[in-house]
């Protein structure tokens, strides 16, 4: 399979809201019970398009969209300015051949990039693939949220695991971001 991982653009928003829709449905990736639209979908983009943060897309043969993914500050208090959530996503038939680890490494390089210096994933459901993608990443495990989300009639543990980006923890930020 060839891939090619780019960034995002507003023509991508059919096809992410489409993967991000199976996702929401289906998973416990995301706490989410009903999928967004897609006008709403265009908002999120354009939120982390505007943060300057990174979102980039993955496309196979013929630019079919397999996956996406992005990463936002973590929280919206001025000190987590330099700590980043990630989001990755991939097309539900495609799962499990390496998209989703191509656009996770892709994604830390561009979120050091954003002058972000830690990269945090929440795990919704613990989901086991996802701990492996980040884990191959080399994100550790940060802590465990117990029965914090409740979807198709079960509660779920919300997993964080963290990775450092760039220069060690305590070292002073190269550049404030955006």
Request: hydrophobic letters at 45%; charged letters at 25%; proline letters at 6%.
């Amino acid at each position: 399979m060839s891939m090619r991982i780019e960034p995002a653009t507003p023509d991508d928003v059919p096809e992410i809201t489409a993967i991000y829709a199976h996702h929401v449905i289906h998973g416990t990736a995301t706490y989410e019970l009903e999928p967004p639209d897609e006008a709403e979908m265009a908002e999120r983009f354009a939120t982390v398009a505007a943060a300057g943060g990174p979102w980039l897309v993955a496309r196979g043969d013929g630019d079919e969209l397999l996956g996406f993914a992005y990463a936002t500050q973590f929280r919206p208090r001025s000190a987590y300015r330099f700590t980043c959530e990630n989001s990755v996503y991939v097309r539900n038939d495609r799962r499990g051949e390496g998209i989703g680890r191509a656009l996770l490494a892709l994604l830390l390089v561009q979120a050091e990039r954003a002058g972000f210096r830690q990269m945090i994933a929440v795990i919704g459901g613990a989901e086991p693939a996802s701990r492996r993608l980040h884990a191959a990443c080399g994100f550790a495990d940060a802590g465990v949220l117990v029965a914090t989300g409740r979807k198709h009639a079960r509660w779920l543990d919300t997993l964080y695991m963290q990775r450092a980006l760039g220069v060690e923890a305590d070292a002073p930020p190269v550049e404030e971001p955006r």
